[in-house]
């Protein structure tokens, strides 16, 4: 186990990043198409293509997931990727013509102190989202880094650097559940001044830092922070959790509200009237179609939970592993802020 | 009145296409940010930027509406169009930075004798769906062609060539309410093997030939057809209604419902499994804000049935005027069809 989403078979992660913009692109690919389906309760959303992952609507399987910055202006980055797909024949086909379906959803990084060069010249100069998208495709694999890349290269949070994270782990039934977010918050990972993350109770190992819970909380650490006093900045979190259990596009919407709760419990607020928080649900149906390693038909119950297990440790790992961008002013990272006494998780 | 969506106050539309490729895109843009929402009834949509228009999410206005050819491929169509309007300064500001929404749906004409040279080297080829957004957006203006342009360019239906319609029409409140369709219909907007429209009964003056309703319906005219018997190849009619009344965005919602009421009147089978089919609903609310001409609250059952009417005449206005594409095996369009029985519309 990588303790990443690519845990569960049949997915691969990649990542690209334009430095000086400070923002990026995650994609995720899948060796064949896979059943989805989304849930989106930030109230701010950008996306693309997701109407037809609705559960009413007839496509039943997707080849990409796509994670990026830029706001609505990344949306472009969903076509990058389908050219490479395109390219590799994935996804149907229709009378000869190959039609991947990659969806999108994007989060606000335009603000993160990076030069937003198509800004200031919009007609003359496009947006990097197409070509980080095709870069990210072209990238994927079944290792990636975690912290500030691809779609987390330009997060934050409210008092610290955000970025990608990942985690998985297995049911008792014996499917992988895994989960992959790029953490933009509009609230805090962290509670009050100190180094404990929200989601202590559901970490394995020290996979961030081991940190556990605080002695005691005291009122200023319930004190709810968020960017942007006192309306509310535009931010997001948007992620995607995976399973190599078989389930129906159905079952894939529950998937995606259930795993929501893991961005519940890792960070505070979330899903707020300017977060655009967003949450795919995949199923590779890897695991025997029917039934799964323990002989039995796939839990959902147990799935969802652990899927919002694994959600939270990911947004927990995604700011543990951060590194501050390099401009004046920029946020601290978690390691700068808490100094020595980080420690560095191992793959377990 | 023009007999165009653009005799709403506020509308503006453009085209551009792309004659090899068989391809192009249309835009309505606004003077000011618009309320809007959308529905999709269709069970195979593709859009963009869409989910942020359901009644429960924040963003309260919009700045355009793309329609587009290139199925998923032209979702980058939204990104040319954005590039524009943060050229022109359109749209919120946060903190210095234009973030324009444009929203968008596209419709599948990949297999219309076009040249989709992106499909072929799809990595180093982009689909040409950006720019035809932008060169679109710079192109909008209150009077703009039918038939064979912008989205409508590819645009098939199961008889014969589709392609861009539009209509309008005044409440007897006094409100202005149009609407614009790219007509790609899995079914057909004429009655059997005649020139009849189904949506004759709508049509104001010979505004689609005034052929009216056939003396006598026969079994055969009844029979259902539509593009790739037995199970129905992928098509999409995509539309918007607009009008002037000030409607909040659950209005605009419960508009774009009533509305396609008028795509299930002019065409025949419409909202099928392969079919994408969107209705965007937009109120520029340049009427008097809390009343109309008439001194009344908008009746929004009064025009949310104009806004149907208006559709229905915009899809048959886009059979009506379309040329057939210069491939072989194109299907032929309604006046090569009916030869000279077709009397041109002049507008009202």
């Known amino acids: 186990m990588r303790n990443l989403i690519t845990d569960v078979s049949g997915v691969r992660v990649g990542n690209a990043h334009d430095a000086r913009a400070a923002t990026g692109v995650t994609v995720a690919v899948f060796d064949q198409s896979v059943t989805a389906s989304v849930a989106t309760l930030g109230g701010a959303p950008g996306s693309r293509a997701v109407t037809l992952l609705e559960p009413e609507m007839t496509r039943a399987v997707i080849d990409a997931v796509v994670l990026s910055g830029g706001s609505l202006y990344g949306l472009d980055a969903a076509g990058g990727v389908s050219a490479v797909l395109c390219a590799e024949g994935r996804g149907a086909t229709f009378g000869g013509i190959t039609l991947p379906v990659a969806v999108q959803a994007i989060l606000f990084d335009l603000m993160n102190g990076g030069e937003k060069a198509w800004l200031t010249q919009p007609v003359k100069r496009r947006p990097p989202y197409w070509d980080l998208g095709r870069d990210a495709a072209l990238a994927a694999a079944v290792d990636f880094a975690l912290g500030t890349v691809g779609a987390g290269y330009g997060g934050t949070t409210a008092n610290l650097k955000g970025g990608l994270g990942s985690a998985s782990q297995r049911t008792k039934q014996g499917f992988i559940v895994g989960a992959l977010a790029a953490v933009n918050a509009v609230g805090s990972a962290t509670i009050g001044e100190g180094p404990h993350f929200w989601a202590a109770p559901y970490e394995q190992g020290r996979e961030f830092g081991g940190y556990g819970w605080p002695a005691k909380l005291t009122e200023p650490d319930l004190a709810i922070r968020f960017k942007g006093q006192p309306v509310g900045a535009t931010a997001t979190t948007i992620a995607m ?108």
Request: glycine residues 6%; charged residues 25%.
């Open 241 to 348: 959790v995976a399973t190599d259990a078989s389930l129906t596009k159905s079952e894939c919407k529950r998937l995606a509200v259930m795993a929501n709760d893991g961005l519940a419990r890792a960070l505070r607020p979330i899903h707020a009237p300017n977060d655009g928080d967003t949450v795919f649900a995949v199923s590779t149906a890897r695991a025997d179609a029917a039934l799964g390693p323990a002989g039995e038909p796939p839990a959902l119950t147990e799935i969802g939970a652990a899927a919002a297990d694994c959600l939270a440790r990911a947004v927990a790992r995604g700011v543990y592993e951060a590194t501050a961008l390099p401009f004046e002013n920029a946020l601290p990272d978690f390691r700068r802020r808490f100094g020595k006494t980080v420690r560095r998780s191992t793959p377990q």
